[in-house]
């Protein structure tokens, strides 16, 4: 099944995956095989990925050890069949929650780490002390986004999903708060 034989809207979609793909930090091949995993019905192997997509073997290999690294995909084995099967978590929410946490693991956590050891040296001068609050500033913001992304996971898929759904409605209660205390909201800063 080769590309051209992708309905349009496969095709479509697993193209766009590959664009976004490197806006993400993958290669667009990695991109592309994972959304036409994704959009698929069942399970594929590495020879039905390589010729919907027309990529070699290699690239899909290579290609499908990145998306297990990432916990993007899951092996199957099929009954009577060596060969190796992969499929995409069915539930969105779950994708989701994965690719946050690898995420934090491979970029958030290792800045942390290093705001964490910098906030620890002395500064030597007044132009360290700038450089070492403005860290700190970084780092207090980031903790805080983390332990809200901590409790965020813990909540039923469900909740998550009604609590992203009242954005606007919190926002709004604390904007009336704000009006009610006096408090001013820092303006967000024009696009």
Not at 17 to 37: C, D, H, P
Request: cysteine-free; charged content about 30%; proline content about 5%.
């Amino acid at each position: 099944m080769p590309t051209d034989a992708l309905p349009p809207l496969s095709r479509q979609f697993i193209a766009h995956f590959g664009e976004m793909g490197s806006k993400w930090g993958i290669n667009r091949t990695v991109g592309q095989i994972y959304a036409l995993i994704f959009i698929s019905q069942r399970a594929l192997n590495a020879d039905e990925i390589a010729e919907a997509l027309e990529f070699s073997r290699s690239n899909v290999s290579m290609g499908l050890k990145e998306l297990q690294s990432w916990r993007l995909v899951q092996l199957r084995h099929q009954p009577g069949d060596r060969r190796e099967y992969f499929e995409a978590p069915s539930d969105v929410w779950e994708i989701f929650r994965v690719l946050a946490e690898e995420r934090r693991r491979r970029e958030i956590e290792p800045t942390l780490s290093m705001l964490r050891m910098a906030l620890l040296e002395k500064p030597a001068s007044d132009e360290e002390r700038h450089a070492q609050q403005r860290m700190r500033e970084m780092h207090d913001l980031i903790d805080r986004l983390m332990k809200w992304f901590d409790d965020v996971q813990r909540l039923a898929p469900d909740t998550a999903i009604q609590l992203m759904g009242m954005g606007a409605t919190v926002t709004k209660v604390l904007e009336f708060k704000d009006r009610l205390s006096g408090a001013k909201r820092k303006a967000k800063a024009p696009d």
